[in-house]
Every structure is written in structure tokens, then in C-alpha cells.
């Protein structure tokens, strides 16, 4: 029996797309209705060409998750889905990316959309299947996306990933170093090391390595475990001969209402144990570094003394 082809319509193909969230092939399409009416709703700009052979409706066209899916049908069966992308695929959520990093076969050519990056391999890399998506392992995706990233915004990206569980750092350390080319290796390399010994945010960093830094503050633990009855506390750093705690407040962390009540709880408690709170901001650490270290000291002499 003949099969009967709908009868074409530009109304229904666009009201299709805009329904559906995903990639449609041309062929698809073209079967489904014709190729004049494809074109017709290209030329309306309702159907929007998102990758080769590839289309969705206008709006959709920008969501990632439209954008990976056409990407996994584009790059097959040679490529896979790396850096910040990856990580999206794998469930962190700090940082929707705009692009998809893909690595591929030096000997494969393929045009690609125009909000991919490529990156080159001469073997295929360690990668696992995520919802029919061949996704690299976590390290493997945190170094490219460190390899992305504006110097400036790498060691805030890294820390973010190593705090939210992204990464871990051993492995990633491990992936490192058996990478003969890595863009800035001292600074990646402090950052695990410094997040391993309990630094987890851009605040603490500059706090490791541009004010409490050196042997005066060896003494000072980071994220220091205090108990207070059935609750344990980690203040950012803790002088437990003087008991003294230190928190770094960022505005990500620190900004409104609910945690303000938080740390002001937290001094509470602290203060029941016999700690005292010194609370620094970004403008401290970063605007008047010795005024920071200034009223550590005082404090330190008034505990001891």
C-alpha cells in the first residue's frame, strides 16, 4: 500500500518545533513534510539550523541541552563531549556554558556549528556514555576547561569544581601530570594543593597566598574542626591555642538575609565554646591586606596575654 505523505504545512512543521525542544534532521523533516517547506520555514526564521543537518525551532535553538543533543548527532560516531560541557552532562550546575568543547580525531574533518570548539587528539580519550552522549572522565574535562578559561577566571572555576565535587583533585593531579602541555602548571598544581588542605573558594585562595601566607600563620588550620555539642563547625582558619577562628565572607556566600542570621548563629556557638570571630570580606583581603593582618595580630596578643 502507498504511503501517504501529510499534506505539507509550514503552520504545522513550525508548530511541531516550537512543541519539541530537540534536534530534528532534514531528513526527518523533509520526510515528515517537504523540503520547500522546510525552507520556507528557515526563510520565515522559525526553523533555525543549529548544527549540519540539523534544526530546531527559534527558540529553542539557544538551550543547552537542544545544543548538546545536536552535537551527539553531529559528531558521531567519533567524537566526544569535554570540558565545562562534560561537566554539565555529569550533573554541575555552577556554570552553564555558552560553547561544547569535542574532541576529535586529528584525521577527522567535519564543519562544525558555530558554537563548538574542537580540540584535537591523536587517541581517543577516557569516556563513559551519559544519556547516549560519549562524555570524558571528570579530570579529563576540568583540565580542558582550565585550558579554556581566561587566566584571570581559572583558579575561581577550578576551586568552584574541586568544592562542588566536579573533580577531585588527586585524580586530576594525577591526570596533570601525565599531560606533557599545561597552560600555567604552578598555578594548577597550588590550587589543588591548596583546596586538598581545605581552601574552597577565590576569597580563601587570596587569603592562602597573599595575606595569611608564610611561617607566622603556620600555626593557623583552614577549615579547622571546632565541636560544639552535637555540631561541628569549620570556621576558614582557626588558632586553636588562642582559640581564635577567622571567616572569610564572600558575597556569593554571605549576601542576604537568611545568611547573615547563619553566621551570625555561628558566632553564637562559637563564642559558647570560648572562640572568638574575626569576619573579613573580599574588600578586606583584597583592598587592605595589612589592616587584615593587623587586627589578627591584636587579637592574637589580647587572647594570649
Not at 504511503?3 to 532534514?26: C, D, F, G, N, Y
Not at 597566598?209 to 607566622?216: A, I, K, P, S
Not at 563547625?233 to 537568611?258: C, K, M, T, Y
Amino acid at each position: 500500500m502507498p504511503r501517504h505523505r501529510r499534506k505539507p504545512s509550514v503552520a504545522a512543521l513550525i508548530a511541531t518545533l516550537r512543541e519539541a525542544p530537540q534536534p530534528w534532521s532534514r531528513a526527518v523533516l523533509e520526510d515528515r513534510w517537504s523540503g520547500r517547506t522546510l525552507a520556507e520555514a528557515v526563510r520565515l526564521g522559525h526553523a533555525v539550523r543549529i548544527a549540519p543537518g540539523q534544526y530546531a525551532h527559534r527558540t529553542h535553538a539557544a538551550d543547552l541541552t537542544c545544543r548538546l543533543a545536536a552535537v551527539t548527532a553531529w559528531m558521531a560516531p567519533h567524537g566526544t563531549i569535554s570540558g565545562l560541557a562534560a561537566l554539565w552532562l555529569r550533573g554541575w550546575r555552577g556554570t552553564e556554558p555558552s560553547r561544547v568543547d569535542v574532541v576529535l580525531p586529528r584525521d577527522v574533518k567535519l564543519a562544525k556549528p558555530p558554537y563548538v570548539d574542537t580540540f584535537r587528539a591523536d587517541r581517543p580519550p577516557l569516556a563513559e556514555t551519559i544519556d547516549g552522549t560519549p562524555v570524558v572522565t571528570s579530570p579529563e574535562a576540568a583540565l580542558l576547561a582550565w585550558r579554556r578559561s581566561p587566566p584571570h577566571a581559572r583558579r575561581g572555576l577550578l576551586l568552584d569544581l574541586i568544592r562542588d565535587g566536579a573533580v577531585d583533585p588527586e585524580e586530576l593531579d594525577r591526570r596533570v601530570g601525565a599531560t606533557r602541555r599545561v597552560p600555567d602548571r604552578a598555578a594548577l598544581n597550588q590550587v589543588t594543593a591548596l583546596a586538598r588542605d581545605g581552601v574552597q573558594s577565590m576569597l580563601e585562595y587570596l587569603a592562602a597566598t597573599e595575606v595569611f601566607h608564610g611561617r607566622e600563620w603556620a600555626d593557623w588550620t583552614r577549615q579547622g574542626d571546632i565541636a560544639v555539642g552535637a555540631v561541628t563547625l569549620h570556621p576558614d582558619l582557626v588558632h586553636f591555642g588562642a582559640r581564635v577562628a577567622i571567616e572569610l565572607d564572600s558575597q556569593r556566600f554571605h549576601s542576604n538575609d537568611g545568611q547573615r542570621r547563619r553566621d551570625i548563629e555561628r558566632d553564637a556557638l562559637l563564642a559558647s565554646v570560648g572562640f572568638v570571630v574575626i569576619r573579613l570580606t573580599w574588600e578586606d583581603i583584597t583592598r587592605r591586606p595589612q589592616w587584615c593582618r593587623a587586627r589578627v595580630r591584636e587579637t592574637l596578643r589580647a587572647r594570649t596575654f
